[in-house]
C-alpha cells in the first residue's frame, strides 16, 4: 500500500511541477514541450485512477497531438513573442490573481472531500446493463449504447470545427491543400521513419479500436494513431495534404457521423427510440459504428491539424459549385 | 486548475493562453476521474473488472476530443490574427477587415 501511496504522491508532485513550469517558461516554444511532458504524466495519473481509456485519450490526444498542434503554432509564432511580454497585468494585480485563483482551487477541493461517502454513482446501474449490449468494456458501453447521443454529437462536432479552420483561409487560397504541414527537408531519418513507422500504426490502429468492445481501447484512440501516422507521412513530404474541395476527402469525413445518425435513426423504428439498438444486434451495429467513424475521425483530426488552405488553386480539382 | 486559471487571466500572448486554458481544461478532467474513482468500488463488487465509474470516464473522453477541436479551431484564429495584425496577443489596434 505504501509504495502506491509513494507513487501517487510523486506523480502529484511531478505534475504541479509541470504545470508551474507551463505557467513560467520564458519562452512559449519552452512551455509547449512542458505541455506535452505534462500531457504524459496526466495519462499516467489516469491509470493510477483505474480509468485507463481515458489514459489512452489523454496520452494520444491531450498530449500528442495537441502538443503537435501547440509546436506548430509556437514556432509559427515566434517573431511576434517579444512583443507580448511588454503588455500584460502588472506584479500586484498578477498576485491578486493568484490569491483569487487559489482560493476558487481550494473550494473546489473542499468540494470534492467533502462527497458524501459512499459517493453516489452509477456504476452498479452501468452493470447490470452491461450484458444485453454485449460488449464487455463498460466505458465503451457507456460511450456507444447507454450515452451514444453523446458520442453521436462528439462526433459531429469535429467536422464544424474543421469547417471553421478551413474557413480562415484567405480567398485565393480556398481550392488549394492545407498548407500548415509543409515539409522543410526531405530525406534523412524523418523520411526513414514515415516510411517504416506507418504499417506498424495502422496495425496498433485497428488492434485498439478492436479490442475496445472488451478491453481498454476504443475509435478515439485508434482515430488518433491513425491520423498520428498520417500527419507523419504528410510531414515527411511523402505525401501532398488532399485538396479541400476534392469529393472523396468530404465523403470520406462525413460518411462515419452520417452511419451513425442512420443508424440512429433507423432505431426509431426497430427498438422505438432515436440511437437504440435492436435485440442482438447490438454488438454488430456498434462495430459497424466505430470503424466506420475510426476513419472519418482520424481523417478529421488529420486535416484540423494540416491548418487551412493555402497555395496555389489546383486547377484539377475545381469543382463548380461554390462550397 | 489554479495554476490554468492564473495563466489564462494573466499571460499576454493568446498561444500561453490557449496552453494555460489546455491546463485548466485537464485540471477539471481529472476531478471528474477522482469522482469517478470514489463510485467504483460498487463495479468491481459486481465482477466485472472494472475499477472506476464508467459514466464520468465516458464524459472525460469526449471531453478531452471536443477540447482538442476548440484548441484547433483557437490556434488557427490565432495564426491568422498574427498574418493579419502582425500580433499575437489580444489588446491592440484591430486588423484591417479583409
Known amino acids: 500500500m505504501t509504495s502506491a501511496l509513494v507513487l501517487d504522491a510523486a506523480l502529484v508532485l511531478l505534475v504541479l511541477d509541470l504545470a508551474i513550469w507551463i505557467t513560467a517558461a520564458r519562452s512559449a516554444y519552452g512551455a509547449v514541450v512542458g505541455f506535452v511532458a505534462y500531457g504524459l504524466v496526466m495519462a499516467l495519473i489516469w491509470v493510477r485512477l483505474a480509468a485507463v481509456d481515458v489514459a489512452l485519450t489523454e496520452a494520444a490526444l491531450g498530449s500528442g497531438l495537441t502538443g503537435l498542434l501547440l509546436l506548430g503554432a509556437a514556432a509559427r509564432l515566434a517573431p511576434y513573442e517579444s512583443a507580448e511580454t511588454a503588455s500584460g497585468p502588472g506584479r500586484a494585480l498578477r498576485l491578486l490573481i493568484g490569491l483569487l485563483c487559489a482560493a476558487v482551487v481550494a473550494g473546489l477541493a473542499a468540494v470534492v472531500l467533502l462527497l458524501p461517502d459512499p459517493a453516489p454513482t452509477l456504476a452498479p446501474k452501468v452493470a447490470e446493463n452491461l450484458p444485453p449490449t454485449g460488449v464487455l468494456n463498460p466505458v465503451t458501453g457507456v460511450l456507444l449504447a447507454h450515452r451514444a447521443i453523446d458520442t453521436l454529437l462528439e462526433t459531429v462536432v469535429l467536422v464544424p470545427a474543421l469547417i471553421g479552420v478551413w474557413s480562415l483561409a484567405l480567398d485565393p487560397g480556398w481550392s488549394g491543400r492545407p498548407g500548415s504541414l509543409t515539409p522543410l527537408r526531405t530525406g534523412g531519418p524523418l523520411t526513414l521513419l514515415a516510411q517504416v513507422l506507418p504499417p506498424f500504426g495502422i496495425l496498433v490502429a485497428i488492434h485498439l479500436v478492436w479490442v475496445g468492445a472488451d478491453d481498454p481501447g476504443g475509435k478515439f484512440q485508434g482515430a488518433t494513431v491513425l491520423a498520428a501516422m498520417w500527419v507523419l507521412v504528410l510531414v515527411a513530404g511523402l505525401r501532398r495534404p488532399p485538396c479541400v474541395t476534392s469529393r472523396p476527402l468530404r465523403l470520406v469525413l462525413v460518411f462515419g457521423p452520417l452511419l451513425f445518425i442512420a443508424i440512429g435513426v433507423a432505431g426509431i423504428w426497430l427498438a422505438d427510440a432515436f440511437l437504440a439498438y435492436p435485440e442482438g444486434y447490438a454488438k454488430p451495429l456498434i462495430l459497424a459504428i466505430e470503424a466506420a467513424l475510426t476513419i472519418s475521425v482520424a481523417a478529421v483530426l488529420g486535416l484540423l491539424i494540416a491548418g487551412q488552405p493555402t497555395g496555389e488553386p489546383q486547377s484539377g480539382h475545381r469543382s463548380g459549385a461554390r462550397p | ?98
Open chain 2, 1 to 98: 486548475m489554479g495554476l490554468g486559471l492564473w495563466g489564462l487571466i494573466c499571460h499576454p500572448g493568446a498561444l500561453r493562453k490557449i496552453l494555460a486554458f489546455n491546463v485548466l481544461g485537464s485540471g477539471v478532467f481529472l476531478l471528474f476521474g477522482a469522482i469517478a474513482r470514489r463510485g467504483g468500488g460498487a463495479l468491481s463488487a459486481a465482477g466485472t473488472g472494472a475499477d472506476s465509474d464508467p459514466v464520468p470516464q465516458a464524459l472525460a473522453i469526449t471531453g478531452l476530443v471536443v477540447a482538442f477541436a476548440a484548441t484547433a479551431i483557437a490556434v488557427a484564429l490565432l495564426k491568422r490574427l498574427a498574418e493579419a495584425a502582425g500580433r499575437s496577443t489580444l489588446e491592440g489596434p484591430e486588423p484591417p477587415a479583409h
